[in-house]
């Protein structure tokens, strides 16, 4: 048993997706969530940009003292995950692509052509199609980056015709060209428009990382013994803005959640004063 919290980090409000799958199957687990919401979006920025601010933030949840650390960002996990991994050897690093990769290969065949729909670095990066071709090197795998979601999920524009006309925008032509069957969301920020993208497109199967990622939470933490049991605890979402959006997000989010928070806002400063110099 182990009631430390659980620590997840995004570039911004997206990872946030990833919280209720967990407190449905792990109601008992206390979370420290980090958006770096006043330097989001990571997608399109340098890989060593990325990694700097990755390592910078897992350094302050490591003096949280979780007991593990969840990569909620697609970018990060395509870029930093072994980078992390070897950064925490006592602390479990977990990302988001993995189980993802692991899911499409269950439930879909040869005869499905499948869409990854992501940041610029993660179709760049070439994560999924290169787990999914370890898992299955048969599995027809096409990708194409939509760098406008991030911007417009993090102002809240979302169910409006702006949005919709940007999903068309990206994904009319790469569905019809590549007849695609399958969508994965390859960024947590992606399920918030998912309702969006199953109206204008209702035939298409929608795989969400975010709902994938919680079993490999549950499996790791159980057979390392470190399941919480029961004990009272406050949730509590650290943001590097703690703006408006951050904050109506999270209610848009947990608005059916009985839900313990308390909100901090952390500002950049705060943050290196807390962690080594990298």
Do not use: W
């Amino acid at each position: 048993m182990d009631n430390r919290p659980i620590g997840f980090f995004d570039s911004g409000l997206g990872g946030l997706t990833c919280i209720p799958n967990l407190m449905k199957l792990l109601p008992k687990e206390k979370i420290i969530y980090f958006g770096d919401t006043a330097r989001t979006p990571y997608g399109s920025k340098a890989t060593s940009t990325i990694r700097s601010f990755s390592r910078q933030i897992a350094d302050f949840l490591v003096k949280q003292d979780v007991k593990m650390i969840v990569i909620a960002c697609n970018t990060v996990s395509a870029t930093c995950l072994s980078d992390l991994q070897r950064r925490y050897p006592d602390v479990p690093v977990v990302g988001i692509i993995q189980p993802a990769a692991e899911r499409i290969t269950k439930i879909c065949s040869t005869m499905n052509k499948i869409g990854i729909i992501g940041t610029k670095v993660t179709i760049q990066s070439g994560a999924y199609k290169e787990l999914i071709h370890k898992l299955n090197d048969e599995m027809e795998i096409y990708e194409t980056p939509c760098p406008a979601f991030v911007p417009l999920i993090e102002e809240g524009i979302i169910q409006n015709d702006i949005m919709d006309l940007t999903i068309k925008y990206y994904m009319d032509d790469f569905i019809l060209e590549n007849r695609l069957d399958t969508m994965v969301l390859g960024c947590t920020h992606y399920p918030l428009i998912r309702s969006n993208i199953k109206r204008l497109y209702p035939s298409l199967r929608i795989i969400n990382p975010s709902e994938e990622i919680v079993y490999s939470i549950k499996r790791i933490l159980k057979e390392r013994d470190m399941l919480a049991g029961d004990f009272q605890f406050e949730n509590v979402f650290y943001a590097s803005d703690l703006s408006e959006n951050f904050v109506n997000m999270i209610e848009r989010i947990f608005h059916e959640e009985e839900v313990k928070v308390k909100f901090k806002n952390l500002e950049l400063e705060a943050v290196e004063e807390k962690i080594d110099e990298i």
